[in-house]
């Protein structure tokens, strides 16, 4: 069963910001009264494979899964679908919520790739992935906040069967997880030395 399609993607794209998604009442009521609320991120493998681990090591009500929106997706919908899958049946599908999406354009713009000329004429280099991935957290922490969530559960890794991401050097994880800790948020890597 598909959630939303392809052309949901392009409306994505030009979406204003969205931090704080529609809940219903009862809905915003009942995560909100969750001591143990995990939010999830939905990237890819590795965010699920993080999720199950997570669920093995640590006291969690419930998971709600975020797609994190900001301007320039790509990738298969399917994908998305199989990893929510997979996550239910992981870790009992009463336990996952409904996936959230979440994102601004505009922010991750300014983040990316509003001084990527300067920094490529100052350094002769520039990667988007560090402030990208800077993005996926940050879009989280006001969704944390509303809902009195103090978990985010990543899944990035420091190798990559021995490759290293710019974006995923032990400094750069450091400061992913010193940014949602500055808003008293865990940003728990439990594959991190995976």
């Given at each position: 069963?598909?959630?939303?399609?392809?052309?949901?993607?392009?409306?994505?794209?030009?979406?204003?910001?969205?931090?704080?998604?529609?809940?219903?009442?009862?809905?915003?009521?009942?995560?909100?009264?969750?001591?143990?609320?995990?939010?999830v991120?939905?990237?890819?493998?590795?965010?699920?494979?993080?999720?199950?681990?997570?669920?093995?090591?640590?006291?969690?009500?419930?998971?709600?899964?975020t797609?994190?929106?900001?301007?320039?997706?790509?990738?298969?919908?399917?994908?998305?679908?199989?990893?929510l899958?997979l996550?239910?049946?992981?870790?009992?599908?009463?336990?996952?919520?409904?996936?959230?999406?979440?994102?601004?354009?505009?922010?991750?713009?300014?983040?990316?790739?509003?001084?990527?000329?300067?920094?490529?004429?100052?350094?002769?280099?520039?990667?988007?992935?560090?402030?990208?991935?800077?993005?996926?957290?940050?879009?989280?922490?006001?969704?944390?906040?509303?809902?009195?969530?103090?978990?985010?559960?990543?899944?990035?890794?420091e190798s990559h069967?021995?490759?290293?991401?710019?974006?995923?050097?032990?400094?750069?994880?450091?400061?992913?997880?010193?940014?949602?800790?500055?808003f008293?948020i865990?940003?728990?890597?439990?594959?991190?030395?995976v």
């Amino acid at each position: 069963m598909r959630f939303f399609t392809e052309a949901d993607w392009r409306r994505l794209a030009e979406q204003s910001e969205c931090f704080l998604p529609p809940f219903s009442p009862e809905a915003e009521r009942r995560l909100k009264s969750l001591k143990y609320l995990a939010i999830v991120e939905i990237a890819g493998r590795d965010s699920i494979a993080a999720a199950i681990k997570a669920a093995q090591e640590r006291l969690i009500d419930a998971f709600l899964p975020t797609l994190a929106y900001n301007g320039a997706q790509y990738g298969s919908l399917e994908s998305v679908e199989f990893a929510l899958d997979l996550l239910a049946h992981r870790v009992g599908r009463e336990r996952v919520c409904d996936l959230v999406i979440i994102g601004s354009p505009p922010f991750w713009q300014a983040l990316t790739v509003r001084f990527a000329d300067l920094l490529t004429e100052r350094f002769g280099f520039y990667t988007p992935y560090v402030a990208c991935h800077l993005y996926i957290h940050a879009v989280r922490v006001p969704l944390a906040k509303h809902l009195n969530c103090k978990l985010i559960i990543s899944g990035e890794r420091e190798s990559h069967n021995g490759a290293i991401k710019l974006n995923q050097t032990p400094f750069v994880l450091d400061r992913y997880a010193q940014l949602t800790a500055h808003f008293e948020i865990e940003l728990y890597q439990p594959l991190r030395k995976v």
